[in-house]
């Protein structure tokens, strides 16, 4: 009886293995609910082994693992999943916790504006007692922004009050300074002409940053400095982002289709004689419209609008090294 029992049990693992071990075909992800405090990623995995899911009593082992830039912003586990008939499909769902958003943000700028975004799943099926594991099938994705672009210009503008050229910019230049999950600072520079034959004393420059109409980050740029009649200057205008308010911005660029405007805004203030007067420096300040498409669902594309040429547009494609989260590619 134990030999029979025994040849009926090799008998059903062998006609399990037979089948093949069953593979990940596609890995499709997508965001779900978003809330002030988390947001949904939705998972559908398809495996592909029809014939073993047809066998009956089939169950799925599912987990995965949703990273940005090495930083696991989501993971799951569902056991026991089953399978009925034809569906070979499973879905999961799983939360990003949006005070995660921050750090991932600072490590897309140090990153030169470049994030990779990797979903990693697992899937075990069990039939009669025997655990098949799946072939694997990772998805990278890899997008970048250039977000201050627009300031790094050397087309000479005018900066005028009153019908009157004030100072002349001649070239602006900004970079990213080194960010951590509490700041990001931008490192921008202006080099200025003043034509006048009398200085230009600037008491302050100001900013104001936003990301979907949210400030995320305003301050003073640069402190008192006097521009000499006939002369030309360097100034720094240092700006920061205060990552802290990048959860609140994340809902609602996830809500929009992950698509963002961002805004900066410059101002100087000057006195003359005790007056003190402050202008809009719309030659520095301008809006950037960009999408990100982490999932791989849609397109990227950045379009920027300098204050000081409302008509001017330049809009392009993201670079995006990796093709969209889908099937597998048959050879």
Same mark, same amino acid.
């Given at each position: 009886?134990?030999?029979?029992?025994?040849?009926?049990?090799a008998?059903?693992a062998?006609?399990?293995?037979?089948?093949?071990?069953p593979?990940?075909?596609?890995?499709?992800?997508?965001?779900g609910?978003?809330?002030?405090?988390?947001?949904?990623?939705?998972?559908r995995?398809?495996?592909?082994?029809?014939?073993?899911?047809?066998?009956?009593?089939?169950?799925a082992?599912?987990?995965?693992?949703v990273?940005?830039?090495?930083?696991?912003?989501?993971? %799951?586990?569902?056991?026991?999943?089953?399978?009925?008939?034809?569906?070979?499909?499973?879905?999961?769902?799983?939360?990003?916790?949006?005070?995660?958003?921050?750090a991932?943000?600072? *490590?897309?700028?140090?990153?030169?504006e470049?994030t990779?975004?990797?979903?990693?799943?697992?899937?075990?099926?069990?039939?009669?007692?025997? @655990?098949?594991?799946t072939?694997?099938?990772?998805?990278?994705?890899?997008?970048?922004?250039?977000?201050?672009?627009?300031?790094?210009?050397?087309?000479? @503008?005018?900066?005028?009050?009153?019908?009157?050229?004030?100072?002349v910019?001649?070239?602006?230049?900004?970079?990213?300074?080194?960010?951590?999950?509490?700041?990001?600072?931008?490192?921008?520079?202006?080099?200025?002409?003043?034509?006048?034959?009398?200085?230009?004393?600037?008491?302050?420059?100001?900013?104001?940053?936003?990301?979907?109409?949210?400030?995320?980050?305003?301050?003073?740029?640069?402190? @008192?400095?006097?521009?000499?009649?006939?002369?030309?200057?360097?100034l720094?205008?240092?700006?920061?982002?205060?990552? *802290?308010?990048?959860?609140?911005?994340?809902?609602?660029?996830?809500?929009?289709?992950?698509?963002?405007t961002?805004?900066?805004?410059?101002?100087?203030?000057?006195?003359?004689?005790?007056?003190?007067r402050?202008?809009?420096?719309?030659?520095?300040?301008?809006?950037?419209?960009?999408?990100?498409?982490?999932?791989?669902?849609?397109?990227? %594309?950045?379009?920027?609008?300098?204050?000081?040429?409302?008509?001017?547009?330049?809009?392009?494609?993201?670079?995006?090294?990796?093709?969209?989260?889908g099937?597998?590619?048959?050879?």
């Amino acid at each position: 009886m134990l030999v029979v029992v025994a040849l009926i049990g090799a008998t059903a693992a062998y006609g399990v293995l037979a089948v093949g071990r069953p593979q990940v075909e596609s890995v499709d992800s997508k965001w779900g609910t978003v809330t002030t405090e988390r947001t949904e990623v939705e998972t559908r995995i398809t495996v592909d082994d029809p014939l073993l899911l047809r066998l009956g009593d089939s169950a799925a082992d599912v987990s995965y693992v949703v990273s940005m830039n090495d930083i696991e912003v989501a993971t %799951e586990r569902e056991n026991r999943v089953k399978l009925d008939g034809n569906d070979s499909t499973v879905t999961v769902s799983t939360w990003l916790d949006n005070d995660d958003i921050p750090a991932w943000w600072a *490590s897309h700028v140090n990153r030169n504006e470049t994030t990779t975004v990797r979903v990693d799943p697992d899937v075990g099926i069990t039939y009669v007692g025997i @655990q098949l594991s799946t072939t694997e099938l990772t998805r990278t994705r890899t997008v970048r922004t250039n977000l201050l672009e627009p300031l790094r210009t050397n087309e000479t @503008q005018q900066v005028q009050a009153g019908g009157q050229t004030v100072f002349v910019v001649n070239e602006t230049n900004a970079q990213w300074g080194t960010a951590t999950s509490n700041r990001s600072p931008i490192d921008a520079s202006a080099t200025v002409t003043n034509p006048a034959p009398v200085p230009v004393p600037i008491t302050e420059i100001g900013y104001t940053v936003r990301l979907n109409g949210i400030v995320v980050g305003q301050g003073v740029a640069a402190r @008192q400095t006097v521009i000499p009649p006939g002369s030309t200057r360097t100034l720094d205008v240092n700006a920061t982002i205060d990552n *802290s308010r990048l959860d609140e911005w994340w809902t609602t660029h996830v809500r929009n289709n992950e698509t963002s405007t961002l805004t900066v805004e410059f101002d100087a203030t000057l006195e003359y004689g005790g007056v003190t007067r402050t202008l809009p420096l719309d030659v520095l300040s301008y809006e950037r419209t960009f999408e990100t498409d982490l999932f791989g669902n849609g397109t990227n %594309e950045t379009s920027s609008t300098s204050r000081s040429q409302e008509s001017t547009r330049n809009r392009f494609r993201a670079v995006r090294n990796e093709p969209p989260f889908g099937r597998r590619p048959h050879g």
